[in-house]
């Protein structure tokens, strides 16, 4: 699913995935099981590397709490096959509790802003007075790694760690130094560099995983136990405008039913009533927790 230029990965892609070993006449390590599936989720899931907190809490929910022990196991096929899918459904499950919120970096991005001349002398110039802290009209070439950083993953730019690639690209182009440049000869510097990231891109996209939670009511409808918002999966109420709104409408059709706990019961129902409202607003209309902030 997609949101705003992002895309949410909550597991459904990996639920139509359909996997059988490769063929062997040998019993295959716990390793080799683990290593395929998570080979054939990631090819699913964009080519994103599977964050190590999501492969841990998949293998718990298969009992696997040794990681190292298990990967040296030897398993036979019909009990390798049965792990496979149950690590993929597990890690499917996972997301559904904790869905991921990705960029896919495809060079789309880049390439609208190089189409447009307009467009992009507007970009080249913002970046140019932002790396310009000195008002000396020139920067160092040297600055052009800078230049791509600010520009970021919302501009199409993936970090440098997630894309090594962009290193041999701007000492290719020559942007290494400090020697000083005019913002015309940035402008025409910047060009053919984003030109080859974007047709680098196109050829290997690069998906990004933002820090941002996304609370959708997929734990409270499993009933967790304990009464704290946040073990609940419930947002913090005072987040923003959407969560304020949310709170009311759960209260309001919780208030126009019932809203006197004249016993034990009639609390309990309450409180139950409450959970579901909430879980039937955040499965229509997850919310996004900026992490970050």
Same mark, same amino acid.
């Given at each position: ?26 019993? %295959? ?29 998949? %293998?718990?929910?298969?009992?696997? $709490?040794? !990681? ?11 009990? #390798?096959?049965?792990?496979?899918? @149950?690590?993929?459904? #597990?890690? #499917? @499950?996972?997301?559904? !509790? =904790? ?30 007075? @932002?790396? $310009?802290?000195? @008002? ?9 790694? =800078? ?112 809203? #006197? ?33």
């Amino acid at each position: 699913m997609s949101e705003g230029g992002m895309t949410v990965l909550d597991g459904t892609h990996l639920r139509s995935l359909q996997v059988s070993l490769p063929d062997s006449d040998v019993t %295959l390590t716990g390793a080799q099981v683990l290593d395929f599936a998570e080979s054939k989720a990631s090819d699913s899931l964009f080519g994103l590397s599977l964050p190590q907190c999501l492969k841990s809490s998949a %293998l718990h929910r298969v009992n696997v $709490d040794d !990681d190292i022990s298990f990967r040296r196991s030897e398993l036979t096929r019909e009990a #390798a096959t049965s792990k496979l899918n @149950d690590y993929l459904t #597990a890690i #499917a @499950d996972e997301l559904k !509790d =904790n869905p991921l919120v990705v960029s896919i970096l495809d060079g789309n991005t880049l390439r609208l802003f190089l189409e447009d001349e307009d467009d992009f002398a507007m970009l080249a110039e913002n970046i140019f007075t @932002d790396l $310009d802290t000195k @008002d000396k009209g020139k920067i160092s070439k040297g600055e052009l790694r =800078n230049a791509l950083v600010h520009m970021g993953v919302e501009m199409g730019i993936p970090p440098f760690e997630e894309f090594p690639l962009l290193n041999d690209i701007l000492k290719k182009h020559g942007a290494e130094g400090e020697e000083e440049l005019g913002q015309s000869q940035f402008a025409e510097l910047l060009q053919p560099i984003l030109q080859e990231v974007a047709d680098s891109l196109a050829q290997k996209h690069v998906a990004f995983i933002h820090n941002i939670k996304i609370v959708n009511g997929s734990k409270l409808r499993k009933g967790l136990p304990g009464t704290k918002g946040k073990e609940l999966g419930l947002p913090p109420s005072e987040a923003n405008e959407a969560v304020i709104l949310l709170y009311d409408a759960v209260f309001a059709d919780v208030e126009s039913g019932k809203c #006197a706990a004249e016993s034990e019961d009639v609390f309990r129902d309450l409180v139950k009533e409450i959970l579901e409202k909430f879980a039937e607003q955040l499965e229509a209309n997850p919310v996004y927790c900026d992490l970050d902030n």
